[in-house]
């Protein structure tokens, strides 16, 4: 299983980026993936998740009504479109994978020890 995390870069409050995860590898159909953040001195945080087969997502309090994320699966990709961006969402964003219960469960907790498939990270920075 390959995870490759691309897109993020410095951007003024307010502004938008688009997350692309490429995916590849997995053999079992019900996975889902997750995107996750890390700030410096934090711990790792648990965003938003999609189910691959039925395109059902979930959203932590802190992104919801500003990220949107999507899946073409034609492309095995996923995106995290991050609208209306803060300071506070400046950290190092990761891509994971794995079955469904366990990546919803570690997004919802930000448990990610629960997921077994990541990518590298890409750096947002989001200036004041």
């Known amino acids: 299983v390959q995870l490759q995390a691309s897109g993020g870069g410095l951007v003024q409050a307010g502004g938008s980026l688009r997350l692309s995860c490429a995916v590849s590898?997995?053999?079992?159909?019900?996975?889902?993936i997750g995107w996750f953040r890390q700030a410096p001195g934090k711990e790792r945080e648990g965003i938003s998740c999609?189910?691959?087969?039925?395109?059902?997502?979930y959203y932590a309090d802190s992104v919801k009504g500003r990220f949107i994320i999507s899946s073409d699966n034609a492309k095995n990709m996923v995106y995290l479109q991050m609208n209306s961006l803060k300071p506070d969402d400046t950290a190092v964003h990761y891509c994971?994978?794995?079955?469904?219960?366990?990546?919803?469960?570690?997004?919802?907790?930000?448990?990610?020890?629960?997921?077994?498939?990541w990518g590298k990270g890409t750096q947002v920075t989001v200036s004041s």
């Open positions: 994971a994978g794995d079955q469904t219960q366990a990546i919803f469960i570690a997004t919802m907790t930000s448990e990610s020890h629960l997921c077994n498939y």
């Open positions: 590898g997995f053999t079992f159909d019900d996975y889902s």
């Open positions: 999609i189910r691959r087969s039925d395109g059902s997502a």
